[in-house]
């Protein structure tokens, strides 16, 4: 493949220059504290929440709490706000559970639920950059920012999140952490039991949302929606 | 062939200067940016409070980190291959780009996607693929501008701030062959538009890295627009191309690295989207690249091990010192003449490249110290560039009055006591604001330091003044 430099070559080098034996299998060190526990950083439940709405306030986009049971009436007022007439959601349980499916019928929109099987992908796709909005589960908030994590994995694709100009995230009030340090801990863990038991735990994807898709590349004025979705919301799960 | 830098008839370094500073369009832009970027990095270290605290423990990661690269490299590649990607390693830009002209070649690929990425800038990787006559286009907003303009990026973070919203509207008309206006809305919609299909089209996408997490073998992409994650979603075939020193050891590590990352590059708490990519698409998996290559690339970084310069590999691509350097602001990007530009351009083009090449780069500075403040990794940038001098004085490289005035100056000397001062004084860009051509000393603290150690420029002269002595070598 190419003429590329053997491994151990390339690797034998840098030890060399390092003026050392080749090392392998390095520990990496256990910092004996962290700087981001001189933060304040929200605590409690309340606490996380409203930072998390007010830190998404602040990049123009509207996070709500909301029951469970308002669900299809809140979708519904995106769909009219937006003018959205077709619809991509996950291949996500979570989100037949909290009764997507039927406010997307109440609607009246066009949906199309982005899965892995693999029958005519190019033409699902095609109709994945049709529609106007996209619906996933959340896995993690951060409180810090206002970021939504995704395990994009399985039936949770990566597009739907991402191709649509409209992006809609529900999220459960009890997985808002204080801030990133939190949601990467625990993908190091799931990275620790990788390295222990060899079979792949963290999955192929994963993303962190933070606001709608921005640019500031002509004259540093910002603009919203160059590639990603444009608006976003999300909508906070009180259960 | 290492650095491909890219004039086809090389200007000299003097001449891209005088250039630059007869273009008042480009001073008013780089203002501007370097203002905002600049302001937005100071705010974001003080909702931090203790910034000093992250930017030495970002230091002590990268530290470590170099010093067992061939250990993490080691874990990074095997867990990458576990997770069903294939690793490749290149000893310069000649063989990353052959790996993946190879790639492309195996898979017929006719068009390719590119998100930002300063290393295949580093190694020419359009120009080899547009010869194989491969459609390749740059999809973050400034990168697409600039590839229309035929130019270079001039910053690290934001490649167009050189063009005006005329500029970009001229060369987005001519594309689309319609008039547009220079409304931002409008230019940002046509960029969407056209670079959608070429999304949906591609064969290969090709990016960089910013960070790799050795413990897991993922690749971590830090974007706005959402390019990165375009490009390693929708194409058959995803290449990450890093320079060998991009890792971060663990997922522990990586939350201080990015959090200092993304706060020293724009001044946001994080980026838009923060991409972490594990392998290729899994069976189970509903979208995601097929294949994943991982191209790992020397291209003249481990030379730079084990000497004086090590620290330079800590380096974490934000740009911050670009944004607080006052001959930046002056001369822009472009006049560094490579691919990295600023104060870590004015290190590591010499060490990457030779002196031959890059040696008035490190003249290129006042020696003001406040890309050493300014970087949230620490690297003692100005004591590296006075370190050049000295190198290049000793090889009988150096202009005589240069070689002079080191000796006078005793800079090697005075080195350490400085450096400590300066970290002391911490993180605040404290002080060295320009006002228009004259670079005004450092208030308070920084005075003392910075009399000294400006002598090339008193205060009292203007920055043109100040260049055309540095330029004759008779201060
Ligand atoms: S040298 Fe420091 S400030 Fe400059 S780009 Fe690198 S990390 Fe950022």
Redesign the interface.
């Given at each position: 493949?190419?003429?590329?430099?053997?491994?151990e070559?390339?690797?034998?080098?840098?030890?060399q220059?390092?003026?050392r034996e080749?090392?392998?299998?390095?520990t990496?060190?256990e910092?004996p504290d962290?700087?981001?526990q001189?933060?304040?950083l929200p605590v409690t439940r309340e606490d996380k929440i409203r930072h998390f709405i007010d830190?998404l306030a602040a990049l123009d986009t509207r996070a709500e709490m909301i029951s469970e049971n308002e669900v299809a009436e809140k979708i519904l007022d995106v769909i009219r706000r937006e003018n959205v007439r077709s619809v991509v959601y996950?291949?996500d349980e979570r989100l037949e559970q909290i009764g997507l499916g039927e406010g997307l019928q109440r609607a009246g929109v066009d949906t199309l639920k982005?899965?892995?099987e693999p029958d005519s992908k190019e033409q699902q796709?095609?109709n994945v950059?049709q529609a106007d909005m996209g619906v996933t589960m959340a896995d993690i908030g951060?409180a810090?920012?206002g970021?939504v994590v995704l395990f994009?994995?399985?039936?949770?694709?990566?597009?739907t999140s991402?191709l649509p100009p409209i992006y809609v995230a529900f999220l459960e009030a009890d997985r808002i952490v204080p801030r990133?340090?939190q949601a990467?801990?625990r993908?190091?863990e799931m990275?620790?039991a990788?390295?222990e038991n060899?079979t792949?735990q963290?999955?192929?994807?994963?993303?962190?949302?933070?606001?709608?898709?921005?640019?500031?590349?002509?004259?540093?004025?910002?603009?919203l929606?160059?590639?990603?979705?444009g608006k976003v919301y999300v909508f906070i799960l009180d259960r | 062939m290492k650095q491909t830098q890219t004039q086809a008839e090389p200007i000299p370094f003097y001449r891209r200067v005088d250039e630059a500073l007869k273009d008042p369009m480009l001073q008013k832009a780089v203002t501007i940016a370097q203002d905002r970027l600049r302001n937005g990095r100071i705010q974001a270290g003080e909702i931090l409070g203790n910034v000093d605290e992250w930017r030495k423990r970002a230091e002590e990661i990268r530290r470590h980190t170099i010093e067992n690269l061939d250990s993490y490299l080691e874990q990074l590649a095997a867990n990458v291959q576990k997770a069903g990607g294939k690793v490749h390693f290149a000893s310069d830009g000649d063989e990353a780009v052959s790996i993946i002209k190879t790639i492309a070649q195996e898979k017929q690929a006719r068009s390719v996607v590119k998100s930002k990425s300063m290393v295949t800038e580093e190694i020419g990787l359009n120009e080899a693929l547009e010869e194989m006559n491969i459609d390749v286009a740059e999809t973050d907003l400034g990168e697409y501008i600039i590839q229309l303009a035929g130019e270079k990026p001039s910053h690290i973070i934001a490649p167009a701030i050189h063009k005006t919203r005329e500029q970009v509207a001229e060369l987005f008309s001519e594309k689309g062959k319609k008039r547009l206006s220079s409304e931002t809305p409008e230019l940002t919609a046509f960029a969407r538009e056209q670079l959608r299909n070429k999304f949906i089209n591609a064969d290969i996408g090709i990016s960089g890295c910013n960070f790799a997490v050795a413990e897991s073998g993922s690749v971590v992409l830090v974007s706005n627009e959402g390019n990165a994650r375009m490009t390693t979603t929708l194409p058959k075939t995803h290449i990450a191309v890093m320079g060998m020193e991009r890792i971060a050891p663990t997922w522990r590590d990586l939350d201080v690295l990015l959090s200092m990352l993304v706060r020293s590059a724009t001044g946001q708490k994080i980026s838009v989207y923060v991409t972490a990519l594990t392998g290729p698409r899994r069976a189970e998996d509903a979208d995601g690249p097929e294949e994943f290559h991982l191209v790992v690339l020397d291209n003249g970084r481990s030379d730079i091990l084990g000497t004086k310069y090590q620290d330079v590999l800590h380096c974490i691509r934000c740009g911050a010192c670009l944004n607080v350097c006052p001959v930046y602001r002056h001369i822009g990007g472009h006049a560094y003449g490579g691919v990295y530009s600023g104060p870590i351009g004015a290190v590591l083009s010499p060490l990457l490249d030779g002196y031959d090449q890059w040696g008035e780069l490190p003249y290129a500075s006042s020696l003001c110290g406040a890309c050493t403040e300014a970087c949230p990794v620490r690297i003692p940038l100005h004591d590296l560039l006075i370190e050049h001098r000295q190198d290049m004085v000793n090889q009988g490289d150096a202009p005589m009055g240069e070689r002079l005035l080191m000796k006078a100056y005793g800079f090697s000397t005075s080195r350490p006591g400085l450096y400590e001062k300066a970290l002391k004084w911490g993180y605040r860009a404290a002080g060295f604001i320009s006002d228009g051509d004259t670079i005004k000393k450092g208030p308070g603290p920084l005075k003392g330091w910075t009399d000294h150690r400006d002598f090339p420029r008193p205060a009292s002269q203007s920055f043109r003044e100040w260049w055309q002595k540095e330029k004759k070598g008779d201060s």
């Open positions: 493949m190419g003429q590329s430099t053997d491994q070559t390339f690797l034998n080098r840098i030890a220059k390092l003026g080749r090392r392998s299998g390095i990496p060190p910092w962290h700087p981001y001189n933060m304040t830190n996950q291949d982005w899965s892995a796709l095609q950059e951060l810090e920012t970021s994009n994995g399985g039936g949770r694709g990566r597009v991402l990133i340090t990467l801990k993908i190091d990275a620790g990788y390295r060899g792949p963290l999955p192929s994807c994963i993303n962190f949302i933070t606001g709608p898709s921005r640019s500031a590349d002509i004259e540093m004025d910002l603009s929606g160059v590639h990603g979705p | -």
